[in-house]
């Protein structure tokens, strides 16, 4: 398949999809809510070397956005995705309406467990319970031998890592790296909303983090490192903190005594949007 072909139903994506399946053709899949950069392109990348067939979804997922988020305001531009999705090599593009995913309310809710306790779960109660519901669905709709997903989002990760494995979806979960700016920002479609002051202030973050890295590795306590990352940032920008956490990775627990690898993982409110990041630090011994 060298062109790109752009989907709006479930129908005609599962007839293409199924005549290639039948044929052996593996599948590798990138959900995205679309505004494509650097970060999503990494996620095809990947999955153009490991898949004959690669799927990518842009969706603005209602179901994950609380009232008051950003869901009217999340960037959209479909016709520059479906450009910079066709030079990455995606073949297929699935891009549903709310109505084609969502075409009656049935009420049936998926609930993730003590993962989604902290983090992004604490400050967006019910986000992680839209992404799981979306992303059941098009792993349903497309059926996908691996999926890809970035890091920069660990706690949706380490989420979809658990819920594959207790569902025994068939899927594969690949981890990618962030991918980040020049200066240390991580890419995002939300970094459109800084203003150009708060652009040259956000790598802030990334130093914090950093700093954070080496913090664990003087043993200093969570509560401790907490507050010096936190400070960090805000000496350092205009940003306010959301949180700033450090947990055991992937359990996302407080309890690290056992962990092999730690997240010092934050969130940072600027005057139009909300940046998260984090840095996965292994444990010696
Ligand atoms: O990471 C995202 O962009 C979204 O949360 C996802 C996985 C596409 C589900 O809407």
Redesign the pocket.
């Known amino acids: 398949m060298a062109e790109l072909t752009i989907i709006h139903t479930i129908q005609e994506l599962q007839t293409l999809l199924g005549r290639n399946q039948r044929q052996g053709k593996t599948v590798g899949f990138v959900?995205?809510?679309g505004f494509l950069h650097e970060g999503h392109l990494s996620l095809v990348e990947q999955a153009r070397q490991q898949n004959d067939i690669v799927v990518m979804?842009i969706?603005v997922?209602p179901a994950?956005f609380g009232p008051g988020e950003d869901f009217e305001a999340y960037p959209r531009d479909a016709q520059r995705d479906a450009g910079l999705a066709h030079d990455a090599g995606v073949d297929i593009l699935f891009m549903p309406t709310p109505e084609e995913m969502y075409p009656q309310e049935g009420g049936i809710r998926i609930l993730p467990g003590s993962q989604a306790t902290e983090l992004c779960g604490a400050s967006r109660p019910g986000h992680f319970d839209g992404?799981l519901k979306?992303?059941l669905k098009l792993f349903n709709i497309v059926d996908p031998d691996r999926s890809y997903?970035g890091l920069k989002?660990a706690q949706?990760l380490a989420i979809i890592e658990t819920f594959v494995r207790d569902f025994n979806l068939r899927t594969k979960i690949v981890r990618v790296p962030t991918v980040r700016e020049q200066d240390g920002l991580a890419k995002s479609s939300r970094n459109v909303h800084l203003t150009e002051a708060e652009r040259q202030e956000a790598p802030a973050i990334q130093r914090a983090l950093q700093k954070g890295a080496l913090l664990v590795a003087e043993g200093l306590s969570a509560g401790e490192i907490e507050q010096q990352v936190a400070e960090a940032i805000v000496t350092n920008s205009t940003g306010s903190i959301d949180y700033v956490s450090l947990l055991a990775y992937p359990a996302l627990t407080k309890e690290i005594d056992q962990t092999n690898e730690v997240i010092v993982a934050c969130a940072v409110k600027f005057s139009k949007t909300r940046l998260i990041d984090n840095i996965i630090i292994p444990l010696k011994g």
């Open positions: 959900p995205t809510m979804s969706f997922n994950q992404v979306v992303v997903f989002d949706q």
